[in-house]
């Protein structure tokens, strides 16, 4: 099913990594898309400049930020969405997504992606935020959920639905990390298959997969490994309800070679045609 | 009637403000999750008491160990930041004593920008401030040095100019030259040679005397690769009045109030810096 903006199933991309400079442009790897870390590329001139505007030549980019911390009390950083705005266009970013999460508040940034209370109080704040920062950008905003560690109290709203309802609200997409939504449902104790099945399909244009690190009591996004089977599964549920959507691999810490880290994000393709295993099967994740 | 515009701000929120205030206030606290809830910053938002009921417990932890996994994140994250920054800091110091530092200056200087490559931007007049460093004077040679290079490695390219772009030039036309440097260079002024520590552990190589001796540098970047050149003090006098646009009579002037030079030597250092490619362009003033 296509999303409501026409973007396309850009295929199976990964993220730009520096380690993997020298392979890209010594080898020009076929390769569907990359993905970049805004912020890695906004206030630089230098080699990952030279680097992307390597990339930008022969491969779709697409952006992807940390820090327009759309959750914040803090006012809207638009000295940064000037730069953001600055290296869309640079890369001819097919569209620029960031997280459903606040970063620092006081003039301070804590360089983490925070969790949002889902409260009322938090919907209107932060869809008035995605309008402002939406317009100024003038494209639309996607957000990714974030893998979280806590829940507040206070919430009301589940996450799916919290963002369900901020698409609703401001006309923003969702860049759906299949990984953190395992990732959380694990800390939180919630059905990862919920989840993905409440979420609006014609508002996703994008896909995370990734690895993780679990510590026992809690799993940390880490980006650190290969993907487990059940994000697989997941994502193979994903796939079912909403068709073939621009796939990124993330792999950010001890990173592999080219090879290995391409090889990863390929493996996406064989949930997208094998038939489903017994059905929600992953319904025994987090049983125990 | 007002001419009509976008808001800048969404309404306020109160609450939340609080509650991401209180959040950030624990996770930039020193010492244990405990005692963080407790510090001033925490408690202006909510007391103490009321801090285990604001997280919901899991299966598995409690409140605030959930807010302790944030707490040390943050903590991993900046001191590895700022451990790509200053590798030659992270050599000399050893690891626990830089994570000591980078820890120290973490709680003095939060940062404040949203990209961690300027996070060390105050760690070389930090050092001043801390007690119980060793080599204090060679340290902040070394930490303004590989500041500098975060500085150079990140700067936007710029064209380079040739030296025969002034050839044939008369005597008076050569006292109003302007030169430009390329943007990605720096110049420094340190009582240490902390480019040949650099320079060694870069090579793998022993490491060289730490002695004092004044050391005036260039730092300067090409085809993307960082560079050290070591001047005399008249010719980094002379680069530096170039390079606060002085044309060349005046800065000429400057070399000799730094006490030499003569106008061969400017020749043979302009070969040098030309074949550098330190300059981006040439103007007659």
Request: charged share 25%; aromatic share 10%; proline share 6%.
């Amino acid at each position: 099913m296509a999303n409501r903006w026409g973007l396309p199933d850009l295929g199976f991309g990964i993220g730009l990594r520096t380690v993997h400079f020298p392979h890209i442009l010594a080898e020009r790897p076929v390769m569907d898309w990359f993905e970049i870390l805004s912020e890695n590329f906004m206030d630089t001139g230098g080699r990952p400049a030279y680097v992307l505007d390597q990339v930008v030549e022969r491969y779709p980019v697409v952006m992807h930020g940390v820090s327009m911390s759309v959750g914040s009390t803090d006012p809207v950083n638009f000295e940064y969405l000037k730069k953001l705005k600055q290296l869309a266009r640079r890369t001819k970013a097919r569209w620029i997504s960031d997280h459903l999460c606040w970063t620092g508040v006081s003039g301070l940034n804590t360089h983490d992606l925070l969790p949002m209370p889902y409260t009322d109080e938090s919907l209107r704040h932060v869809a008035g935020r995605v309008k402002i920062i939406a317009d100024y950008l003038e494209r639309p905003v996607f957000l990714e959920n974030p893998s979280t560690y806590l829940e507040f109290s206070e919430s009301t709203w589940n996450e799916w639905d919290f963002l369900a309802e901020l698409t609703e609200r401001t006309g923003c997409g969702i860049l759906l990390d299949v990984n953190n939504v395992y990732v959380s449902s694990f800390n939180h104790g919630f059905d990862p298959f919920d989840y993905v099945d409440r979420i609006p399909v014609d508002r996703v244009v994008q896909i995370h997969l990734a690895g993780h690190t679990n510590k026992g009591t809690h799993i940390l996004d880490t980006h650190s490994d290969h993907v487990v089977d059940d994000v697989w599964q997941l994502y193979r549920r994903v796939y079912q309800r909403m068709g073939g959507i621009a796939t990124l691999l993330e792999w950010d810490e001890a990173i592999p070679s080219f090879d290995t880290v391409h090889a990863e994000a390929l493996k996406a393709g064989n949930y997208r045609t094998a038939p489903e295993q017994e059905a929600r099967d992953g319904r025994a994740i987090h049983a125990a | 009637m007002a001419a009509l515009s976008m808001p800048r701000s969404p309404a306020e929120a109160p609450h939340l403000g609080r509650l991401q205030r209180w959040m950030q206030a624990c996770m930039m606290a020193n010492g244990p999750v405990e005692s963080a809830v407790e510090t001033p910053a925490a408690v202006k938002e909510f007391p103490a008491s009321q801090a285990p009921g604001l997280i919901r417990a899991s299966r598995t932890l409690a409140p605030l160990e959930r807010l302790d996994i944030y707490r040390g994140m943050y903590d991993l994250r900046l001191v590895e930041a700022l451990r790509v920054d200053y590798p030659g800091l992270l050599k000399f110091l050893g690891e626990k004593t830089f994570e000591e530092l980078a820890r120290l200056y973490i709680a003095s200087c939060p940062p404040e920008s949203y990209t961690l490559n300027r996070l060390g931007d105050r760690l070389p007049d930090f050092l001043s401030q801390v007690d119980g460093i060793h080599r204090p004077g060679f340290v902040e040679a070394l930490a303004r040095l590989e500041l500098a290079e975060t500085f150079v490695f990140d700067e936007e390219e710029s064209p380079v100019a040739a030296m025969e772009s002034f050839g044939g030039l008369s005597e008076d036309q050569w006292g109003r030259l302007r030169l430009t440097p390329i943007r990605a260079l720096r110049l420094l002024r340190l009582n240490y040679p902390a480019h040949e520590f650099m320079q060694a552990i870069r090579r793998d190589e022993a490491l060289p005397s730490l002695r004092p001796r004044r050391t005036h540098l260039i730092v300067h970047r090409r085809e993307y690769g960082l560079f050290h050149l070591s001047l005399s003090a008249p010719a980094f006098a002379l680069f530096q009045a170039l390079a606060e646009r002085a044309p060349l009579d005046e800065a000429m002037q400057s070399m000799f109030d730094a006490g030499g030079g003569s106008q061969k030597q400017v020749f043979e250092w302009f070969r040098q810096w030309f074949s550098e490619r330190l300059f981006s362009s040439v103007e007659i003033y």
